[in-house]
């Protein structure tokens, strides 16, 4: 338990500060190239959910998605619960970058109403969607998750003897 609240709170401190001084430093949609053709930092707040899906929700909508989080962040606690005894180092590694990318999202909502994104990856004129540690967090925890399933082996069940 103690390595998922590490990482957990690793990685709701760097967001935090690295939103922070994105808010200070950056204005709303005015890009800052960082790799010409491939990588700017850009100033979004997002209100809708991963990626961008239902940004342009009513008001009320965004309650509903900070609700929404709570509950994902509940059910994910649950899952902590039961993966962690038997998962190890990466289990509770990815989980903990779970968490942590949960918190600070919804740390942004409850705040500001939406999410604070800027990094913004390109190709000419396609860009993945804005995204910030958090969602980096988020990423790489469920790959971690998803690669221990993965590797590891189911557990073999007793076959049924016939009658």
Known sequence: MTRIAVAAVLVVILDQVTKAIALER????????????????????NPGLAFGMLAEPPPAWRWIVA?????ALAVLLVLIGRLLPTGGAMTACGLGLVVGGAVGNLIDR?????VVDFLDFYWRS?????FNVADSAISV????????????PAPVLPREKPG
């Open 26 to 45: 950056l204005s709303p949609g005015m890009p800052i190239r960082v790799v010409d053709g491939f990588c700017s930092l850009t100033l979004v707040f």
């Open 67 to 71: 609700v929404l989080s709570l509950g």
């Open 110 to 114: 409850v705040r500001f109403g939406a």
């Open 126 to 130: 396609y860009h993945w969607p804005a």
């Open 141 to 152: 925890g469920v790959t971690l998750l998803a690669l221990r399933m993965l590797l590891t």
